[in-house]
C-alpha cells in the first residue's frame, strides 16, 4: 500500500531537512546577505519547532512549541487523481504545503521587519527549484508560490506566516 500524500509530502521533507542543501545551511549561509539573523530548524520527531500536520500557529503557542524563532508544518493539501497514466492506482497531482510561523523576539518593531521573510521566501524557491532528482514516482515541474501574510502583533511577539504550495504528479501503478 502506498500512502499518496506522503510520497510528496516526505520528498519535501527531505529536501528541507538536507544538512548540505536544506534550509538550515541555506539560511545560515544567507543571513548576512539579507541583513537577517540566522536560526535553524531541528528536523528531528522530538522537534518543538516541526510538525508534520496543518497546524494552527495559536494552537501550537498553546500547546509546549514555541517558536525560536520559527515553527515549521509540513502537510500535504490536495490530491486529484487525473487518471494521467491508465490502469494505474492513481496518476494525478498531489499539492504539498509548508507554513513557516517566524517570531521576532521584541516587542517594539525592528526597522527592517522585511529581511527574515525575504530570506525564507527565496530559500524556499531554491529549495524547491535546485536542479535534484526527486524519487521515483514523483515529478515536479516548477509549480511553487510562495508568500507573507501582513507582520502582525502576536500575543507577546510580531510574527508572519510564510507560505508555501508545491505542485508534484504523482504515478502509483497498481500491485
Same mark, same amino acid.
Given at each position: 500500500m502506498s500512502i499518496i500524500s506522503a510520497i $510528496?509530502?516526505?520528498a519535501v521533507y527531505v529536501r528541507l531537512a538536507d544538512p548540505a542543501n536544506g534550509l538550515n545551511p541555506l539560511v545560515a549561509s544567507w543571513s548576512a546577505a539579507?541583513?537577517?539573523t540566522p536560526f535553524a530548524v531541528d528536523w528531528t520527531a522530538?522537534?518543538?519547532n516541526f510538525f508534520i500536520g496543518n497546524l494552527d500557529l495559536g494552537d501550537l503557542l498553546e500547546s509546549a512549541a514555541r517558536p525560536n524563532p520559527v515553527l515549521v508544518c509540513l502537510y500535504g493539501e490536495a490530491l486529484m487523481n487525473q487518471n494521467r497514466v491508465k490502469f494505474s492506482k492513481f $496518476?494525478?497531482?498531489a499539492n504539498v504545503g509548508l507554513k513557516i510561523?517566524?517570531?521576532w523576539p521584541h516587542r517594539e518593531p525592528a526597522h527592517n521587519m522585511e529581511a527574515p521573510i525575504d530570506l525564507?521566501?527565496?530559500a524556499l524557491v531554491e529549495i524547491f527549484n535546485r536542479a535534484a532528482a526527486w524519487p521515483a514516482h514523483l515529478s515536479y515541474n516548477g509549480e511553487v508560490s510562495v508568500s507573507a501574510s501582513p507582520i502582525g502583533r502576536g500575543a507577546q511577539h510580531w510574527q508572519c506566516l510564510v507560505q508555501a504550495q508545491a505542485a508534484f504528479q504523482v504515478t502509483i501503478y497498481q500491485s
Open positions: $510528496a509530502r516526505d539579507y541583513g537577517a522530538t522537534s518543538p $496518476a494525478g497531482s510561523y517566524y517570531t525564507l521566501k527565496d
